[in-house]
Structures are given as structure tokens and as C-alpha cells.
């Protein structure tokens, strides 16, 4: 089967040869890769991510029920891409949480049977190493199942940096206040060539990686991301995952790469047409190969629309992630496809079904919290199906 599907759709040595590798569970190049991205047809691309996709999940498709939480749009940083900040001069047009409105909000989620928080925002001088440990402990005293997944390796550098405490013990001083796994953002780009255009002020790739192995060394998972289609050419991409995928060589503490697509709403790169629905595809179908170490690739669908997402299953994903409201509010100032967007469990579910998947609701960690079967799914009844689900992107 693999080697008819290999001859039907190999067109040069090259293809075949990488073919031959994938379907052995050998790992492809630098080069390799970028021939994916550049010259191979999408049809072929897409059945080798699809092949890879399912040897490792097989039909599988996760999502999760968590909910999300954002600091502050107000930032120290100007980052050329974002949608979502304001800079403190214009602070007015923002928002700054107390640490009792964030309890406020993990209160409101007392009677939903979400997994997690997502903790995410802005950098501001208030938000520091102890306030960050006390919410954390705040939050983990309220509810102790509850796992929380927060801040990015922007955040903790800086927050460290001010405290004059180094990455380790800044990393511990987290754990020890509660703190259960990192999400992936602040990524970007890796490549100097263009960080150094887009988010200059911000901590770098080197720093961003030495702060997640530290976390995977306590023992701690994490997500990475990589921000596509602005400035960036294929070979940035590629080298993007190499890091990504040597230091998971090194720790293995990734659980999911995110691709997450450029938006060009109000921000200072609006100049820049989005790319399109084909060149997402074939970015999920390359990531889905060529980190052959990551269990995941994760598709968020409010950001590229209900029909895209379904699509990408057939191209290496096999994570959606759901949401009831607009709570990410990155994402829709942003201009995500989704103006609104909202899904109970049963609606994601269908989502999942209509493509021939099956759902799989997860927690943090991947662990199954319930498999959904059509037959259920299809019932029409005000019960466990219909309560909402929420998320993030990371």
C-alpha cells in the first residue's frame, strides 16, 4: 500500500527517496524539508504527513476543556506582528487584571468541568516573580486539580531579569508555586534574520529554547509555536524546527507544535497580504513531518475557520483545541476567521466526526478524558454533549 501510494505520487528520485525515509520512520533532512516546502506537490506532501499522522495517533483527534486568562493587553514590548497590545502610553485602550479579578474568573469556571487554565498577556513591571507565585498558589488553593499553563519564555525573562534571579531558579520558584506546564508563544521566529525585524526587544531563540529545557528538566511539558506567512521565507521555517527539534532530541519535553498563521489587522505589518489556505496546509503537512519527535501538530481553528481545520486533519493534525466565546482575545483583534466563535462539545465532536475522525477529549497532558462515538454525538439531548468547551491556542 505505502509503496503504490509512493509510485502514484513520487514524481522525481528526490520524492521517492523521501518517501522511502518516512515510510521507513527515518528522519528527513534540512534540505529535504525545504524541497517539501518549495518544490513537492501538496498531494504527496500531504499523504506522507497523513501517513505520519497516523502512526502515531492513529484516528485520533484531541481536543480540550480549558479556559483562558489574560493579565494585561498593555506591554513594555513592541512587537511589529501584534494585533493585541497596547503600549503603556496608550494603556487607556487596555485592560490590567488585579489578582483578584483573575481569581474572580477561575471562580466563575467552578461549576464546568474544565481541566485547565491558560495564563498569558502582556509584560508589565506589576506582574512579577511574586506575584506570579502567589496567584499560582492562590489559584491552586481554590482548586487543586485544576492544571495551570502559563506564561511564555518572554514573560519569565523578563520577570526573572528583574528579580535578579537566574533561569533555574526563577523556573523552580514556579514549580514550587504551582505551576503544571508552559504553553508555546513568543516563538516567532527563531532565525536572527528576522526576530531581530518583527520582535527585536523581546528575549531571543536562545533564551526562549534555555528556558524551556530548564522547564522539561524539572520534569515539566511544554508546547512550542511558530508565527508563519509575514516576512519569514521557507528556509527561516525549517530552521525554526531544526532548534525545535534538537532540543526535543535533548529533553523530549515538547508535546505539541502549533503553527500559528500571521494575521495582518491593525498592526505594523498590516502591508503584508495573509498567505493562503493551500500554504497552510502544506506548513501543517512539512511540520508534521519533519518533527518527526513531536507527538502533536495542533491546528487552532478560530484563527483559520471551522472548513480549514477540518481540512488540516488530512495534513498531519491532529489537535483542535474548541472554544465557546471569544476569551483569546489575541487571536480575534488579530482578525481570525472566526468573528464569534463558539462550539459546544457535541458541535466540535460533529466537527471531528464529518471528516471521519474520531474525538477525543484530552486534558493538559493527553491523558483521555472521554472518546466521543457518533452515536452519541448524534443523540439529541441536553446533557454532557452540550456543555461548552473552551481553549487557547498554545
Known amino acids: 500500500m505505502q509503496e503504490s501510494i509512493m509510485n502514484s505520487l513520487a ?5 521517492r527517496a523521501i518517501a522511502e525515509k518516512v515510510y521507513a520512520g527515518e528522519r528527513i533532512s534540512d534540505e529535504e524539508g525545504l524541497y517539501l516546502f518549495e518544490e513537492a506537490p501538496l498531494g504527496f506532501t500531504a499523504s506522507l504527513a497523513n501517513f505520519v499522522r497516523e502512526q502515531k495517533q492513529g484516528n ?4 480540550n476543556r480549558n479556559f483562558h486568562i489574560e493579565p494585561t493587553n498593555v506591554c513594555i514590548y513592541t512587537c511589529a506582528f501584534c494585533s493585541y497590545s497596547r503600549l503603556i502610553k496608550n494603556r487607556e485602550d487596555g485592560w490590567e487584571y488585579t489578582m483578584e479579578d483573575m481569581l474572580n474568573m477561575v471562580k466563575a469556571y467552578d461549576d464546568q468541568p474544565v481541566t485547565e487554565v491558560h495564563i498569558v498577556g502582556g509584560v508589565l513591571p506589576q506582574y512579577d516573580v511574586t506575584f506570579y507565585e502567589n496567584l499560582f498558589r492562590r489559584i491552586k488553593a481554590h482548586r487543586p486539580e485544576l492544571h495551570i499553563k502559563a506564561l511564555t519564555p518572554v514573560e519569565y525573562h523578563y520577570i ?3 528579580e535578579k534571579i537566574s533561569y533555574e531558579e526563577g523556573m523552580k520558584r514556579m514549580k514550587d508555586a504551582g505551576l503544571d506546564s508552559m504553553p508555546g508563544g513568543g516563538a516567532e521566529i527563531f532565525h536572527p534574520e528576522i526576530r531581530d525585524k518583527i520582535a527585536k526587544d523581546k528575549c531571543n531563540a536562545d533564551q526562549w529554547l534555555q528556558i524551556h529545557e530548564i522547564w522539561h528538566e524539572l520534569g ?8 508563519y506567512g509575514h516576512i519569514e521565507k521557507y528556509e527561516h521555517r525549517i530552521h525554526h524546527m531544526s532548534r525545535l527539534r534538537e532540543l526535543q532530541d535533548t529533553t523530549g519535553g515538547f508535546q505539541t507544535f502549533i503553527p500559528l498563521k500571521f494575521r495582518n489587522k491593525d498592526n505594523e505589518m498590516s502591508y503584508l497580504p495573509e498567505v493562503s489556505v493551500i500554504e497552510d496546509l502544506k506548513n501543517y503537512a512539512v511540520s508534521r513531518i519533519y518533527l518527526d519527535n513531536f507527538d502533536h501538530i495542533k491546528a487552532y481553528w478560530p484563527m483559520i475557520g471551522r472548513t480549514t481545520a477540518q481540512m488540516s486533519l488530512a495534513y498531519g493534525v491532529d489537535d483542535l483545541d474548541g472554544t465557546i466565546d471569544d476569551t483569546t482575545k489575541i487571536y480575534s483583534m488579530a482578525g481570525s476567521e472566526e468573528r464569534n466563535p463558539s462550539l459546544t462539545t457535541r458541535q466540535l465532536a460533529q466537527l471531528i466526526l464529518q471528516t471521519g475522525r474520531e474525538p477525543i477529549e484530552r486534558d493538559t497532558l493527553y491523558h483521555v478524558v472521554k472518546t466521543y462515538t457518533e452515536a452519541e454525538v448524534s443523540e439529541s439531548f441536553n446533557g454532557y454533549l452540550d456543555l461548552p468547551v473552551t481553549n487557547n491556542p498554545v
Not at 514524481?11 to 520524492?15: D, G, I, L, T, V
Not at 485520533?60 to 481536543?63: E, H
Open 11 to 15: 514524481q522525481s528520485a528526490q520524492e
Open 60 to 63: 485520533k483527534t484531541f481536543f
Open 160 to 162: 526573572f531579569k528583574k
Open 220 to 227: 515539566g511539558r511544554s508546547n512550542a509555536t511558530i508565527l
